[in-house]
Every structure is written in C-alpha cells, then in structure tokens.
C-alpha cells in the first residue's frame, strides 16, 4: 500500500526559500501570488495492508523523524 | 580527562576536534556512529559536518543513529555532551536541547569570524573564562535558531542562552547577527546545562598562525572546570 504525506512549515515560521521563488515567479510575470510556502513530500510503500494500522504506523513516522514539530506541519494522504 | 568524539558518515570537522581536545589535554577518542556503546567519558562531542548529507533536515538521521542511544543516556545522567555546529543541529533534533536550526535568513552558507558574548557562566563550559566576549568561526548553512514562543520563555527563564552573536565589543544587536537567529542566538543549554549546542567552531581558533586563540581560552578552561 501506497501512503502519501505532506510536511508543510508551520504558519508563523519563516519560509526564506518560498519568499525567493514567490520573488522570483513574480518577476517571471506571476503577479497576483499572495505568497508561496515551500513543503516536502514523501511516498511511503508499506507492506501493512490494513488501511488504519498502516495510517497510524504512518503518523508514528511523521512524529519520529519525517516531520520536525516545533515548525512543520504533517498531512497524511488517504491510501488509495 | 576523557573525551570522546563521535563520528558519523558525512562529519568533516571530527578531527579538528581531536586536535583540540588533545592539545589541551584531554584523552580523545574517535566513536564511530554505529556503534552501541560510548567508551568511559568526561566530555562526548558531537562535530561540524554534513551528516548523512543534511538529508531530510540537517542532523535529524544522525540524532537516530545507534551510539545516540547511549550518548543521549549519556546526557540524560548529567554527562557532558557538546554539539558543535551540525552537533548543535543534531542536540535539537535529539530534542536534548530545545528549538531547531533554519536556513539562514539570507540564504547563503556563511563562513567568517564572529564575535560572541558569554551570556551565562554558571556552568562547566564557560565558568571561570576571563573574557566576556569571545571571537569564534562560523560555517553554516542551517544556523539560524527558532523556537516557539513558550520554548523561548523557559529558555529564558532558566537562563539557558549560552553565548548571543555580537560585535567585538559584546553589543548585541541585529547588525551582528549572521543569520536571524532568533535573539541572536548562537549556543544554548539544556536546563541542567551540562549539554551545549553552538553553532561556532571553538576547535577553529587554538592556533594564532591560523586564525585566532579565543578557542584556546575555552578548551584551557573546560578541562580546568571538569578536574
């Protein structure tokens, strides 16, 4: 099974790497961008075939290593 | 005194490290990441480098690697851990010291001297140092402190900031700060303070050939502080 997550920084924490493609995409001549937030995504293929317990091992995941919680955010996508 | 410095795959500043702790007496040596078990220690640092390639964040695979177990046991029974640099970025994500290390504000890899001022000496790594501001090397990428709100009032009220980027008459404002570390932030503890993280190379300043002594003075006094 296929899981999907998304870590995105959390609201408040500075995104210098976003800024400058924002910059830079507007120079490009995309003006109307309120702002661009960089993120990372992973795909995780897991042999868990229970949808929940494979989420939940997921989520372990996310808290352990994939996701720093003092600034990121995680979104984990529902295996199709 | 016993030392120990831990390499992992990607650490490039292990055996400058060594050179210092060896030139001021202390008994050094080499751990290698994979192993389990930390050899009899007054003092583990963990070194400047690149772990694991900065892969995922900068020292969150190295903060998971097998003689981290027993370094943050280590640590957990008072031990003395210091982080230099991607040390300082692996403590973090160990959660032994609080908060994380960005990207530096301006985004690009900064390499020069700074000038940093001691902000607390009631602890085994600056008591006793003379000077209140010291000049150190720095050379990163991700050095840029954050935390959140509440971390930073318990941070602040345990006095657990180590030293603050200045000038080189110890003033603290945001012209001297290289990075938009949050209050100018450059090392802190743990609440016990016998873990430091920091972002300056102490190791880079034991030689007035190359680029200065004020590392001398810091690796003179800890060993004095740890007798």
Known sequence: MKISVIITLKKDVLDP?????HQTLDGMGFQDINEVRQGKYFEIDTKETDNDKAKAKVEEMCKKLLANLVIENYKIIDPK | MKSSVITFPGSNCDRDMDVALKKFGFKNKMVWHADAELPKSDL????GGFSYGDYLRCGSMASKSKIMRSVINFANSGGMVMGICNGFQILVETGLVPGVLLRNKFLEFICKNVFVKINDKKNKYFKNVDN??????IAHNEGNYF????QLKEIEDNNQIAINYCDENGKIE???NPNGSLKNIAGIFNKEKNVLGMMPHPERMIDRSLSGEDGSLFFKNLINNLK
């Open chain 1, 17 to 21: 790497q976003g800024k400058v493609i």
């Open chain 2, 44 to 47: 583990v640092v963990l070194p």
């Open chain 2, 132 to 137: 209140e501001v010291l000049e150190f090397h």
């Open chain 2, 147 to 150: 935390c959140t709100n509440d």
């Open chain 2, 174 to 176: 945001d012209q001297f």
